[in-house]
């Protein structure tokens, strides 16, 4: 772990920790949506009927679950 | 901003960063911080009024293509989001802050891809904080009005059915969660999307000029002309993002506003 702190600290690495920490942070909302949108899919799917009902739901959730994300891809580029 | 060094290409690509997200003051050394964001912010209600006003000045019965426009969009934001979200008894009294507000963001977000203004305003947090303490006074003013400050406490903290012994666990959390973090998530949603979605158009064109224009090596021509064509698809990217980040904006005021006014059990 120092390794990788001190590895990060020299003018020798090239990369970004920050870019590290975003890539980590995206796999949660990268499940999360993939599941709200496996859910509408499956909705629509027994009762077609339904997918206009169903569709700001899906949109809403969509939206929390990719706030965690893009939150993470600003905060990886404004904060050093 | 950041240096970036590739190999084979000489190091003179200047990664764009938040700094380009400053604007300078129009006013130079006059003590006014004016910059064109604030212009834009100005444009953006200036627009949203004389477009709909303009749009319901004939007031015909049968209404012509600009009026039928103005008349969709009016009830997209009546129907689809305040009579479905907050009920059939209270929405009509929100509609005219949700209308605005989803205008103004969709207007404010769509400068981003015009020719000539190219700069989303909510890329600017300050913009995004304002808007979303504004709505963090509504819902937590429409509920305090409803229920009193110790109804509204007990709503927004105190679900139905949990037994007494989880309570001290709860009220912190809910109490953080639905009162302190709504507006940060709120703000910085609105914010990261806008400004995320224009640093990625900032790369892709100042990246296409960089390798078409200045830089040397085997592969460049191609990479620059690559480069500009998945600048152009972000470009469309970015227009669905910015409409959805506007209906999710008002989609989640609404939603707010209608759990302050739920009735307590």
Redesign the interface.
């Known amino acids: 772990m120092s390794a990788l702190l001190l590895a990060a600290d020299t003018a020798t690495t090239k990369g970004s920790l920050n870019m590290i920490g975003y890539g980590l942070a995206a796999v949660g909302p990268g499940i999360g949506i993939g599941l709200i949108f496996a859910a509408y899919i499956n909705g629509t799917a027994r009762q077609p009927e339904l997918q206009s009902k169903l569709q700001p739901i899906a949109i809403l959730g969509f939206a929390l679950a990719e706030a965690l994300a893009i939150i993470g891809i600003a905060l990886a580029f404004v904060l050093k | 901003m ?1 240096q970036v ?1 590739l190999d084979g290409i000489a190091a003179g690509f200047v990664a764009p ?2 700094a380009d997200f400053q604007l300078p003051d129009i006013f130079n050394g006059n003590q006014v911080l004016l910059t064109k964001a604030s212009l834009l912010l100005v444009l953006a209600a200036i627009i949203v009024v004389v477009a709909f006003r303009a749009s319901i000045r004939p007031a015909a019965v049968v209404p012509g293509k600009f009026q039928f426009a103005g008349e969709q969009a009016y009830s997209f934001v009546r129907d ?1 989001i305040a009579r ?1 979200i907050i009920g059939e008894r209270d929405y009509a009294k929100y509609v005219p802050l949700l209308v605005s507000m989803f205008f103004f963001v969709l207007v404010n977000n769509l400068f981003g891809l015009i020719p000539i203004i190219q700069f989303p305003t909510f890329s600017r947090a300050g913009f995004a904080y304002g808007l979303a303490a504004l709505v963090w006074l509504i819902y937590n003013g429409v509920g305090i009005g409803r229920h009193g400050v110790s109804g509204y406490f007990k709503l927004q903290t105190m679900p139905a059915g949990v037994p007494w012994w989880i309570l001290p666990l709860l009220i912190p959390l809910e109490f953080l969660s639905n009162i302190l973090i709504r507006p940060v ?1 709120l703000s ?2 609105l ?3 806008m ?2 979605g224009h ?1 990625l158009l900032l790369l892709f064109a100042t990246g296409a000029d960089y390798l078409l224009i200045h830089a040397t090596g085997p592969l460049v021509k191609p990479a620059g002309v690559l480069s500009f064509v998945l600048g152009v698809l972000v470009g469309f990217l970015e227009l669905v993002v910015e409409v ?2 506007a ?2 904006f008002t ?2 005021t609404a ?1 707010y506003i209608a759990g302050a006014l739920a009735d307590t059990h």
């Open positions: 950041t060094s960063g938040p689809g479905d998530t910085l949603r914010f990261a999307n400004f995320a640093l959805l980040q209906y999710v989609l989640l939603s």
